[in-house]
Nanobody, 126 residues
Framework: QVQLVESGGGLVQAGGSLRLSCAAS????????TGWFRQAPGKEREFVAT????????NYADSMSGRFIISRDNAKNTVYLQMNSLKPEDTAVYYC???????????????????WGQGTQVTVSS
């Protein structure tokens, strides 16, 4: 059973930065496609970024491209989300997710992932 645990959330002022981490256990992390999603109050969960098992093919939602950077360290079984130039509208609970083999091929959608973390709150003040 794969477990994902996010950390690094918190309160930050607009324009600031945060780095989220997601530690995986219980499986072979180096074979996963991993992604970040977020859910703001009263809104549906939305795609943020995804990265393949090799660390390549990073893909972002348009509104995050250029501000957020997804990366992973397979030796540490951890995926990261560096968030820069944060805006109040980035306030949300951020979730990491893993798509294990056989991969869904649908890495920009919730339905493409098999396992989810519990989420970490990010609050950006204006």
């Amino acid at each position: 059973q794969v477990q994902l645990v996010e950390s690094g959330g918190g309160l930050v002022q607009a324009g600031g930065s945060l780095r989220l981490s997601c530690a995986a256990s219980g499986g072979t992390f180096s074979t996963y496609v991993t992604g970040w999603f977020r859910q703001a109050p009263g809104k549906e969960r939305e795609f943020v970024a995804t990265i393949r098992w090799s660390g390549g093919n990073a893909n972002y939602a348009d509104s995050m491209s250029g501000r957020f950077i997804i990366s992973r360290d397979n030796a540490k079984n951890t995926v990261y989300l560096q968030m820069n130039s944060l805006k109040p509208e980035d306030t949300a609970v951020y979730y990491c997710a893993a798509d294990v083999p056989p991969w869904s091929g649908n890495s920009r959608s919730e339905i493409g992932y098999d396992y989810w973390g519990q989420g970490t709150q990010v609050t950006v003040s204006s």
